[in-house]
């Protein structure tokens, strides 16, 4: 497991933006598929976004897909959740996930697929 350190939370009112970000500390090369999921209030935890550290393939959730983007730099070993256009049905912690498996596209939604979780950070949306 590789300690994860989230920021970026916050409150902000429906149509604006938050950046989310995700820094792996010691052994951050053994991370090579980060992945973002969210706990809304009362609901089981989803999947969000997740992307491959190698070549940058990216998976999305229905749900955000075209107003979230999900980035890395691999130099400093950290992860961003960059959400535009926040709804309140956006409202949760949010987790950052990694994992030393490269997975396919078609796996990356997987919690169990990641060994390494972050503390979470609150997101709010609400006029």
């Known amino acids: 497991q590789v300690p994860l350190v989230e920021s970026g939370g916050g409150l902000v009112q429906p149509g604006e933006s938050l950046r989310l970000s995700c820094a792996a500390s010691e052994r951050a090369s053994s991370v090579n598929t980060w992945g973002w999921f969210r706990q809304p209030p009362g609901k089981e935890r989803e999947f969000v976004a997740a992307i491959r550290r190698g070549d940058g393939a990216t998976n999305y959730a229905g749900a955000v897909k075209g107003r979230f983007t999900v980035s890395r730099d691999r130099t400093k070993n950290t992860a961003h959740l960059q959400m535009n256009s926040l709804k309140p049905d956006d409202t949760g912690v949010y987790y950052c996930?990694?994992?030393?498996?490269?997975?396919?596209?078609?796996?990356?939604?997987?919690?169990?697929?990641?060994?390494?979780w972050g503390q979470g950070t609150q997101v709010t949306v609400s006029s």
């Open positions: 996930a990694a994992t030393s498996s490269s997975w396919i596209v078609g796996s990356m939604w997987r919690a169990e697929g990641y060994e390494s």
